[in-house]
């Protein structure tokens, strides 16, 4: 086939040039294997006709052009795509004008993004903006000769689409589920699947719980411009709950903010009105600071949990302000703590907490040094004594730490560090204030790297560590508040302090030793060996004891890591052990992470074993094992599961079950999900979800793999 542009340039010129091409100085391209004149108004163009016309591209087998009246009168099979609005027209022959921009089609589909086909009797286009189909089926849903009827469809007498507003309007329309009709809506108005967000009713959620009883939620989104959005969910269910979900979002300059929460009137607590608010937002200020907030409350300790919503048991709301630069941070916050835990007495809590933190790096004499200031103030509601204690603290810390490499390959490092901190306690009498502490440490650190490339590209890595510390803490009789949880781990096993917070400091001479493997095999796995412990010269009790650093000799802290191990053919592993554990083996913790992807199966697992510590709140024994998992049976079918299981109470805590359903029109989700632990603020709860999601009116969502159909 030969392509007579030439010809067709030609022809065209021969012709008089048409107004609306000459108005908007961009000339139609014709591309045909035969051109011919006919008369002085008439141009044919036969056999694989293309034309090309700002952006827009016509295919047809025969088109005929007559200038007196505009006009193309094509003879199919036509294919018009206009790419800027994601529509593609079929159709078996066409009269149209001569931009193609109006004009009638006869037999024709209209396939929108991609997704959406939409068949009728005849397609008309008026003012290169609306299309007029007349007695019209429209479906995702892939028709072959096979399987002529869709999963679903939509009929309509007319559908007109709206390409500039993007949406398409259905007057008395009958939907469809294989072929049977299951409802009737006289005027239906949906996005098209370009639109990214728009009014409208979202898809309903169905939703079983032994407590509320069956419900359905049916959210409607309404947008407020282009930079807010608001979406209303009634939440209606046989127990007998009336409830609205509410979500409001905003974006401003510099910044955005959102509030999501609901109301509810039920029959679990039917004397009041339940609900909770949660809200975010983050502000960029000027100099580069970030102004940032957050809101937690709830109406009762059972309501988010009841509902399904989180299963946090301390609320947390905040104002902050915060500027990160290379050598410099500052933070600034406030606090607001609430306790909806079973035996938790709030008034007895932290309730209000004020925080100042800079830090400043630079450097001073071939090292880094580090400057840091810290203030915090904590507040609690009970005038009680010791109970009820509130405490102001002010504290100042500075570091210095340089290090050289030696001629046989060592790297020597020294550092030092001075902790300066005031006290002022209010209601506790068992300490003196004001008070002040200081803690000078100084510290001295030999690392030997030793590395080996083997000939098949196998590289080893071994590093041998030796830390020496020595610090002196001038006083002790102060409140711990923010450093009671500790525990040794490979991030802190070299640190001259391993206490989180500021409230203790470690105190005493100590020698750090530990020891690394690391293989890294030309494939991409790699195997990764750390051990270590603490030698300390005096024993000081100042650790709890399962944090496994109270004694002279700690625990063996022990963490194996193998990361994208290749199982052949079934896929990849990566495990991640970290263990403490005495010269008796016994384990004060240990802690085992399992991801396996094997393509089509996806696992993920843990166990957790934690000895009783009282100093740490917890009066017994933990082990636990969880599991998630998703497995994609089929292209179009996919399982989830998920299990916690709590070997002390010898129960389960909770697990749950899914199936989801996925072709290129539609997704239905099944879920299944019980909660079986109970307390004075938690309920066993069963829960049951259903959702069905049509792919192609403005989901967003992308379907599975479909069957090939010609159009």
């Known amino acids: 086939m030969k392509t007579l542009r030439a010809l067709a340039l030609g022809a065209l010129l021969a012709l008089p040039i048409p107004a609306p091409l000459l108005a908007q100085g961009v000339p139609a391209t014709l591309i045909a294997d035969r051109i011919s004149v006919a008369g002085d108004n008439m141009l044919i163009a036969e056999g694989a006709v293309e034309v090309l016309y700002e952006g827009r591209r016509m295919r047809a087998s025969r088109i005929a052009y007559d200038q007196s009246t505009g006009q193309l009168a094509i003879t199919g099979p036509i294919t018009l795509v206009d790419p800027e609005s994601g529509v593609i027209l079929v159709a078996s022959e066409a009269e149209l004008s001569d931009d193609l921009r109006d004009g009638i089609l006869l037999g024709a589909r209209m396939v929108l993004d991609r997704q959406l086909q939409l068949a009728a009797r005849s397609i008309a286009r008026r003012e290169g903006r609306y299309t007029e189909l007349d007695r019209t089926v429209a479906s995702s849903c892939q028709v072959c000769a096979a399987n ?47 639109v990214e967000r728009t009014s409208g009713f979202l898809a309903p959620r169905f939703r079983t719980t032994n407590t509320l009883g069956w419900g359905a939620k049916v959210p409607y989104f309404l947008t407020l411009g282009d930079h807010a959005d608001l979406t209303l969910t009634p939440y209606l269910s046989s127990g007998r709950t009336r409830t609205l979900d509410w979500r409001y979002r905003q974006a401003v ?42 809101i937690e409350t709830v109406s009762d300790s059972y309501y988010l ?76 509601p009970s005038a009680a004594d010791i109970t009820g204690r509130d405490v102001a603290r002010a504290s100042a ?119 690394s493997y690391t293989r890294i095999d030309p494939s991409g796995w790699q195997l990764g060996l750390a051990v270590g412990r603490v030698i300390r010269m005096n024993q000081r009790s100042q650790f709890p004891d399962g944090s496994g650093l109270n004694a002279t000799l700690s625990d063996w802290l ?106 290129e029109c539609v997704t239905v989700d099944l879920s299944l999900s019980r909660r079986f632990t109970s307390s004075t603020s938690v309920r066993p709860t069963t829960t049951f979800g259903l959702s069905v999601d049509l792919i192609g009116f403005g989901t967003g969502q992308a379907g599975a793999r479909s069957r090939a159909c010609a159009l």
């Not at 001629?407 to 209010?426: C, E, H, I, K, W």
């Open 148 to 194: 002529p009827t869709p999963l679903w469809e939509i009929r309509a007498a007319r559908v007109v689409h709206d390409e500039l507003e993007r949406q398409l309007y259905f007057d008395r329309a009958q939907f469809r589920v294989m072929g049977i009709p299951v409802a009737y809506i006289p005027r239906l108005r949906l996005p098209d699947p370009t």
């Open 397 to 515: 810390s500075a570091e210095w730490q340089r290090s050289w490499v030696l001629p046989n390959g060592m790297v020597a490092t020294t550092a030092a560090q001075s902790t300066f901190d005031f006290y002022a306690l209010r209601q506790d009498s068992t300490m003196e204030s004001p008070q002040g502490r200081a803690t000078p440490a100084v510290g001295v650190e030999l690392r030997w790297p030793w590395m080996r490339n083997d000939p098949n590209g196998v590289t080893h890595v071994i590093e041998p560590v030796v830390q020496i510390v020595g610090s002196r803490v001038t006083s002790r009789n102060l409140p711990d508040e923010d450093s009671v949880l500790v525990e040794l781990d490979e991030g802190n096993l070299f640190a001259l302090d391993r206490f989180p917070g500021w409230d203790r400091n470690e105190d005493g001479v100590r020698a750090n030793v530990g020891l």
């Open 558 to 663: 022990v963490v194996a890591d193998l990361t994208n191990f290749s199982l052949g053919g079934r896929g990849t592993v990566s495990i991640t052990n970290r263990a403490l554990f005495d010269e008796g083996l016994s384990f004060s913790r240990n802690e085992l992470r399992l991801l396996w992807d094997a393509g089509r199966l996806d696992l993920a697992t843990s166990y957790l074993h934690l000895q009783p510590d009282a100093d740490q709140g917890r009066d017994r024994a933990v082990q636990e094992w969880a599991l998630d998992a998703a497995w994609r049976v089929t292209a179009n079918w996919e399982a989830q599961a998920n299990w916690r299981y709590d070997f002390e109470a010898d129960q389960a805590q909770r697990a749950g079950a899914g199936l989801r359903w996925r072709n």
């Open 253 to 294: 300059r510099g910044g955005q903010f959102s509030f999501e929460g609901a109301f509810s009137d039920d029959n679990l607590s039917p004397d009041r009105l339940r609900g909770y608010i949660f809200g975010s937002g983050r502000f960029d200020m000027p100099a580069g600071y970030v102004l940032s907030f957050g």
């Open 305 to 380: 949990q009841d509902y399904d919503i989180s299963d946090q048991d301390r609320l947390t709301s905040f104002v902050a302000l915060n500027r990160t630069r290379r050598d410099e941070h500052f933070g600034a916050r406030v606090l607001h703590f609430r306790s909806i835990r079973a035996g938790e007495i709030n008034a007895e809590q932290p309730t209000v907490v004020t925080e100042l933190d800079w830090q400043r790096r630079l450097d001073l004499w071939g090292g880094i040094a580090t400057g840091r200031f810290n203030a915090h103030t904590h507040y609690r």
